[in-house]
């Protein structure tokens, strides 16, 4: 079964817009695409990077930014923040359970250090891949690539 990500993406952002009603969410979907997956598993994927964009991100700019679009047959969704961001020597253990950047910085926020565990494994059983690009006290970008689903590509 295929599924409109821009559909299930909108979904979310509405969702989370009238809960974070003092956040901006910039949503730009330049192509309709479709991938097989369970509508249930991908708006989980969003709820984790979407409540981690909203968690981290810094008083002055409560904004973030979602792209959806196609690219080499493959879908390819964009969440933005412009938050607090990750140190580079943290970006590739985010992944592991129970691993949290906090160690020096004191942080309100609460968590277990599950959610992105969690992403990627939800990621990977659709045969995609999900990445992050981050700049501390710039922001952080996830890239998450599904492939397109056969008939439409
Ligand atoms: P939870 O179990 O509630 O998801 P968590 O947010 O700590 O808690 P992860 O989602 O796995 O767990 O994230 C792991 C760590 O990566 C976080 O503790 C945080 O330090 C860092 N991180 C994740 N997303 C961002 C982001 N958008 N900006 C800055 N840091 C982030």
Known sequence: EAVDVCAVLDSVVRNFSSVYEDYTFRQICRERVHIPITVLHLEQIFIILLDNAVKYSRESRKEIHLFVYAENGKANI???DFGIGIPQEDIPYVFHR???VDKARSRKQGGNGLG???AKRLVEKYE???SIESKEGEGTKVVVIFPIKEKQR
Request: aromatic share 16%; proline share 0%.
């Open 98 to 100: 129970f691993y949290r």
């Open 128 to 130: 995609g891949t999900i």
């Open 116 to 118: 992105l565990s969690i």
């Open 78 to 80: 964009v969440i933005q």
